[in-house]
């Protein structure tokens, strides 16, 4: 393994250096997704609520099978209770990036986070 790195010469370290810069410096501008600006709630697939994340807020959303909580606080969201039996989006946590979800299915209830931008996904390549 020894013997490759001996037929590398100095411009060819300064290219690899180069190229390892380039991508490391490429990273925060490919996968940024700017500020999050506001929260939208959807119950039955439609829209129940926008919550600007400027302010701090509790919004309590009446869903089929009960009542889910929905926080605000210094610029995120999460679901605080739901009456799912599994409270997946409970569980969820936080969330604060541009194209973050929780969904309570059995409730039908969801909250996404919005911003200038979306955040890079997968699904959307």
Not at 21 to 48: H, I, N, T, Y
Not at 83 to 111: D, H, K
Request: a positive charge; hydrophobic letters at 45%.
């Amino acid at each position: 393994m020894i013997g490759w790195v001996a037929l590398l010469k100095r411009g060819d370290w300064l290219l690899i250096a180069l190229g390892l810069a380039g991508v490391v410096a490429s990273f925060p501008l490919a996968w940024q997704a700017g500020g999050a600006d506001k929260a939208v709630v959807r119950r039955g697939g439609e829209l129940f609520s926008e919550l600007d994340l400027r302010h701090d807020r509790r919004l309590d959303v009446p869903g089929p099978m009960g009542v889910t909580t929905v926080l605000v606080d210094r610029r995120r969201v999460r679901i605080a209770a739901d009456p799912s039996p599994r409270q997946y989006c409970v569980r969820q946590g936080w969330l604060a990036r541009p194209g973050e979800i929780a969904i309570c299915a059995p409730n039908q209830v969801s909250v996404e986070i919005q911003g200038a931008r979306r955040a890079y996904d997968s699904l959307a390549y």
